[in-house]
């Protein structure tokens, strides 16, 4: 006999539920989205201010930052775009004042006079400057077309190329790693590459604060580190710079206004990065007066004086 269930049997509920899963590897990605959505929403919450506020706030950041901060998004790029001069002027001005009176920007050939500017590209005159930059494998010559090549804007545009070429090898320098030879003749691809990267960014500081000021803080680390590096090197006996931890965090270049070694040589070959320590040329100290005395305000006018008005032989 076939036994049926009476009617008023109540259905069976379905009770299964996922399990939920407990692994590293979930974990690791739940942790990852929640860094995600943080930073996202505080992306959102930066983009609700005043304009006015996010620029007084770049100008406190190192130039790096600022220009990271221009990464983020389109609206980041454009307003960092917008106020490079603004926000690098302050920025040179709170952390690169002693930088700032080593490393001028060379003139532009168009902010010569139009009246000088073929004295100034005459092949004859560049050939006789050539003894300023065909030596050097560490520095791209800058092009006459662009820059004007008086003699004061050819030694400033060697010194910017420099210190950016110095801060390539820091790593070398710090472990103790020798720096590349080039036979004479020479130019690698390696080399070349370096020395153009180097040249591209001293011509986007020509026309953007913000470039220069970064190229200071390249600098300006570059220094900490050989100041350290040579603190540390005890068969060293010369006069160092003196500089505390607490100034060496500070982000500035406040500690060197203190007296130390001059640094007027120009460090014509990478030899010389091994024991070059705070590259500020352009200045010396004055004993009697106890203070440095600073030297290429006002030189890049009197080099084209000198162009139209040749001293009489």
């Not at 049997?9 to 995600?36: C, F, G, M, V, W």
Request: charged content about 25%.
């Amino acid at each position: 006999m076939q036994l049926h269930g009476s009617d008023d049997e109540e259905p069976l509920e379905d009770t299964t539920a996922t399990i939920p899963l407990h692994s590293k590897r979930t974990e690791r990605l739940q942790r990852k989205q929640a860094t995600r959505d943080r930073k996202r929403d505080a992306v959102m919450q930066l983009t609700k201010l005043p304009t006015e506020i996010i620029l007084e706030s770049l100008e406190l950041l190192q130039p790096n930052d600022v220009l990271n901060f221009g990464l983020v998004n389109r609206r980041f790029h454009s307003l960092v775009s917008a106020n490079a001069n603004v926000i690098g002027d302050a920025i040179i001005c709170q952390r690169y004042k002693i930088l700032a009176q080593c490393f001028f920007l060379p003139k532009l050939l168009s902010e010569v006079d139009a009246s000088i500017r073929p004295l100034l590209v005459a092949s004859d005159r560049q050939a006789v400057l050539s003894i300023h930059n065909r030596p050097y494998q560490h520095i791209q010559p800058p092009d006459p077309a662009l820059v004007c090549t008086c003699l004061t804007c050819v030694l400033t545009w060697n010194n910017l190329g420099l210190v950016l070429d110095f801060a390539h090898w820091q790593d070398n320098l710090d472990h103790g790693e020798p720096l590349p030879m080039i036979p004479r003749g020479q130019t690698p691809e390696w080399n070349r590459k370096l020395i153009q990267r180097n040249a591209d960014m001293v011509r986007k500081a020509l026309h953007n604060s913000l470039w220069h000021a970064r190229i200071m803080e390249i600098h300006l680390d570059s220094t900490v580190r050989a100041i350290k590096r040579h603190a540390g090197n005890r068969g060293n006996k010369r006069k160092h710079v003196e500089m505390t931890v607490e100034e060496a965090a500070t982000g500035t270049d406040d500690f060197l206004t203190k007296e130390g070694p001059p640094s007027l040589e120009f460090p014509y070959h990478r030899d010389n990065y091994y024991m070059l320590e705070a590259y500020l040329p352009t200045r010396y100290w004055k004993k009697f007066e106890h203070r440095w005395v600073y030297t290429f305000a006002g030189n890049h006018e009197q080099d084209l004086q000198r162009l139209v008005n040749p001293p009489k032989k």
